[in-house]
């Protein structure tokens, strides 16, 4: 089902993104960071009342920015928002795909309606969103980023479908840059690994006590990222200072995935 977009304010004349998981997390610093260089920026999120808030706030600061409440397991949801996008502003340059959830479960404790779940939100919802931009995309030459995770590069114990479905996302993008690459539409995927976000939050609260500790301290830096320092790898990588980018898998990650580290052990 389609649905109406909230209106931001100011006009301008500048690029146009498309962000999908904008009302919080990564998709809300990335869509700030996005408007920050002169985008104009569309908010897709089912979270209205969030990503409406952040559209006022972007246009009190100057930019021309866009709700829209979409699910993106929504196929005629996300084809709505991108083509009123494309019918209001004229052009779609740069696209993050920053919407995903937490499936926490192995393979013996995992239900179909959770394996499904995790895969239509996190690998489908890239999908949904590539397929509807990407004509776009082609035609202005643009980029497209989606976040997968460090848990898209390796294992993650106890994350089965989690895992499997952003291990989904990176392949999916590493045949985007093959596709689409000739046209001049460049594909990359950001891995990190735990961000200080509401889904990290809920993960926790759910968890053992000590779980936020043994990951923190199997990071070499020794804490999370900050949304914004994964937006930075984001908004870098739709740029044109990432022009000979594509099919990169980028980890923002703190060296998690660098190889084996004993810090965790220390403590």
């Given amino acids: 089902m389609s649905r109406d977009p909230?209106?931001?304010?100011?006009?301008?004349?500048?690029?146009?993104?498309?962000?999908?998981?904008?009302?919080?997390?990564?998709?809300?610093?990335?869509?700030?960071?996005l408007a920050v260089r002169g985008h104009r920026v569309a908010l897709l999120d089912r979270d209205g009342p969030g990503a409406s808030a952040l559209a006022r706030a972007l246009t009190d600061q100057g930019t021309d920015a866009r709700?829209?409440?979409?699910?993106?397991?929504?196929?005629?949801?996300?084809?709505?928002?991108?083509?009123?996008?494309?019918?209001?502003?004229?052009?779609?340059?740069?696209?993050?795909?920053?919407?995903?959830?937490?499936?926490?479960g192995d393979v013996a404790s995992l239900s179909d309606q959770a394996w499904n779940r995790a895969l239509d939100v996190n690998a489908g919802g890239v999908l949904r969103l590539a397929?509807?931009?990407?004509?776009?995309?082609?035609?202005?030459?643009g980029a497209f980023v989606a976040v997968a995770s460090d848990a898209g590069v390796t294992g993650a114990q106890g994350y089965a479908a989690y895992a499997a479905s952003k291990h989904a996302v990176v392949g999916l993008v590493r045949c985007m840059a093959l596709d689409h690459g000739p046209a001049g539409v460049r594909s990359n995927v950001v891995c990190p690994a735990f961000v200080e976000t509401p889904m990290a939050e809920r993960i926790f609260a759910d968890s053992d006590p000590g779980e936020r500790d043994f990951?923190?301290?199997?990071?070499?830096?020794?804490?999370?990222?900050?949304?914004?320092?994964?937006?930075?790898?984001?908004?870098?990588?739709?740029?044109?200072?990432?022009?000979?980018?594509?099919?990169?898998?980028y980890r923002v990650d703190g060296g998690s995935t660098a190889g084996y580290y004993v810090g965790n052990a220390a403590g």
């Avoid at 409440?69 to 004229?90: H, I, K, L, P």
């Fill in 67 to 104: 709700a829209y409440v979409c699910d993106v397991t929504d196929t005629a949801d996300v084809e709505a928002a991108v083509s009123d996008v494309g019918r209001r502003w004229g052009r779609i340059d740069a696209v993050a795909a920053c919407a995903g959830i937490e499936v926490l």
């Fill in 131 to 141: 397929r509807a931009t990407v004509p776009f995309l082609v035609e202005t030459r």
């Fill in 215 to 249: 990951y923190r301290r199997a990071v070499p830096l020794g804490r999370f990222a900050r949304p914004e320092e994964v937006a930075s790898a984001i908004v870098h990588l739709l740029s044109a200072e990432a022009s000979y980018s594509n099919g990169m898998v």
């Fill in 6 to 33: 909230v209106d931001g304010g100011a006009a301008s004349n500048g690029p146009v993104a498309v962000v999908t998981g904008a009302a919080s997390g990564i998709g809300r610093a990335t869509a700030t960071a």
